[in-house]
C-alpha cells in the first residue's frame, strides 16, 4: 500500500474551478494508476477519473468528462484532479486511491486510499 493525502477542496461557486492534488509517499508512485472518486452525503462512492501509470490512459465518468481533467506527476509522486465548470451536483469529498493493477473505474480494486478532502459547490 501507499500513503496518500489529497489536498485542494473548498468552497466555491457554480461555474467555478478547483484543483485537486494528491500526494503519495515512497519511491513507487510511478508503479500504480490512480484514481478520484467521490462520495455525496447519503450516496454510494462514485468513480470519478482514473489515469495509468504512464499517463497514456485516462477514463471519466460520463458526468464529469469534459469539465474535469486528471493528470499526474510521476516525478513529484502526484495525482491532480482540474475541475472546472463546477455544479452543485459535484459537492461531495473526493478520495484519491492507488491501484497496482490496470488503470479501471471500480473502487474495490483500488487497494490504497486517501483521507478525502470535501468539495463545496454553492448555486
Known amino acids: 500500500q501507499v500513503p496518500l493525502v489529497e489536498s485542494g477542496g473548498g468552497l466555491v461557486q457554480a461555474g467555478g474551478s478547483l484543483r485537486l492534488s494528491c500526494a503519495a509517499s515512497g519511491r513507487t508512485f510511478s508503479s500504480y494508476a490512480m484514481g478520484w472518486f467521490r462520495q455525496a452525503p447519503g450516496k454510494e462512492r462514485e468513480f470519478v477519473s482514473a489515469?495509468?501509470?504512464?499517463?497514456?490512459?485516462?477514463k471519466y465518468a460520463d458526468s464529469v468528462k469534459d469539465r474535469f481533467t486528471i493528470s499526474r506527476g510521476n516525478a513529484k509522486n502526484t495525482v491532480y484532479l482540474q475541475m472546472n465548470s463546477l455544479r452543485p451536483e459535484d459537492t461531495a469529498v473526493y478520495y484519491c486511491?492507488?491501484?497496482?493493477?490496470?488503470?479501471?473505474?471500480?473502487?474495490?480494486?483500488?487497494?490504497?486510499w486517501g483521507q478525502g478532502t470535501q468539495v463545496t459547490v454553492s448555486s
Open positions: 486511491a492507488a491501484d497496482s493493477g490496470p488503470v479501471g473505474v471500480s473502487a474495490g480494486a483500488y487497494e490504497s
Open positions: 489515469i495509468s501509470r504512464s499517463a497514456t490512459i485516462t
